[in-house]
């Protein structure tokens, strides 16, 4: 990070780490295992049970979940990794941006005393 920056390059510097977040969400992927209802089921009968995938989180406050297909759970996996690192990002360019603001307004007040 540099000793200041400006707004603008704090813009810049953002736009260049979200390229590669795409596809991004919030929520999680877990995975469950549930009885079928057929009856006799040897998986379910010896408690292996049925494996699948489902997405959860909240959305507008309330609660979601839905169901996620075996092949499409390793996409929504990786969505949901660039969603936590976007998480990050937005924490870091907070930060940055507030000093980038301060440094500004210190040299405003600076070339203005002159």
């Known amino acids: 990070m540099p000793k200041t ?3 603008v390059e704090v813009q810049d510097w953002f736009r ?4 590669d977040l795409w596809p991004a ?3 999680c992927l877990s995975l469950r295992r549930s009885p079928c209802v057929r009856p006799h089921c040897a998986a379910c009968l010896s408690g292996e049970k049925h494996p699948s995938y489902f997405l959860s989180g909240r959305m507008k406050g309330r609660s979601f979940s ?3 297909p075996d ?3 390793p996409a929504v996996r990786q969505s949901l990794d660039n969603g936590r690192a976007l998480q ?3 924490y870091q360019t907070v930060v940055r941006y507030t000093k980038a603001l301060k440094h500004e ?3 405003r ?3 203005g005393k002159k």
Not at 16 to 19: A, N
């Open 5 to 7: 920056e400006s707004p």
């Open 16 to 19: 260049d780490q979200i390229t």
């Open 25 to 27: 969400g919030l929520g």
């Open 66 to 68: 839905i169901y996620v």
């Open 71 to 73: 092949e499409l759970a």
């Open 88 to 90: 990050d990002l937005l």
């Open 105 to 107: 307004r210190t040299r």
């Open 109 to 111: 007040v600076r070339k």
